[in-house]
């Protein structure tokens, strides 16, 4: 049984940088896409970004697309969220989410009914 936890949360000042990651246990990142979603005060929860299981397809939303960067660690069993550039409006609770239905090589969607597996969520605020 797959379990994720999100690390890294914090307060961090505008302009500045953070960098989530999802630490699995229980089975093997690897076999699974994942993705990085956020729900902020008041908002839906939205999509930020996904990682095809062979880390080579990875998509964005237009709002993070170069300023945010998901990666994978495979000898950690993590995803990681590396966030340049934050501002207020990123401030949201940030949660990650797997699914091992997807070819290995195929780009997911931002969307929460294609991951089934989901972490509790870490809070990031940015804030002066």
């Known amino acids: 049984q797959l379990q994720l936890v999100e690390l890294g949360g914090g307060l961090v000042q505008p302009g500045g940088s953070l960098t989530l990651s999802c630490a699995a246990s229980g089975s093997n990142l690897d076999a699974y896409a994942v993705g990085w979603f956020r729900k902020a005060p008041r908002k839906g929860r939205e999509g930020v970004s996904s990682?095809?299981?062979?880390?080579?397809?990875?998509v964005y939303d237009d709002s993070v697309r170069g300023r945010f960067t998901i990666s994978r660690d495979s000898a950690e069993n993590t995803v990681s969220l590396q966030m340049n550039n934050l501002n207020p409006k990123n401030t949201a609770v940030y949660y990650c989410?797997?699914?091992?239905?997807?070819?290995?090589?195929?780009?997911?969607?931002?969307?929460?009914?294609?991951?089934?597996?989901w972490g509790q969520g870490t809070q990031v605020t940015v804030s002066s």
């Open positions: 989410a797997a699914d091992s239905r997807w070819h290995p090589t195929s780009p997911v969607p931002l969307r929460e009914s294609f991951f089934d597996d």
């Open positions: 990682i095809s299981s062979d880390g080579t397809e990875t």
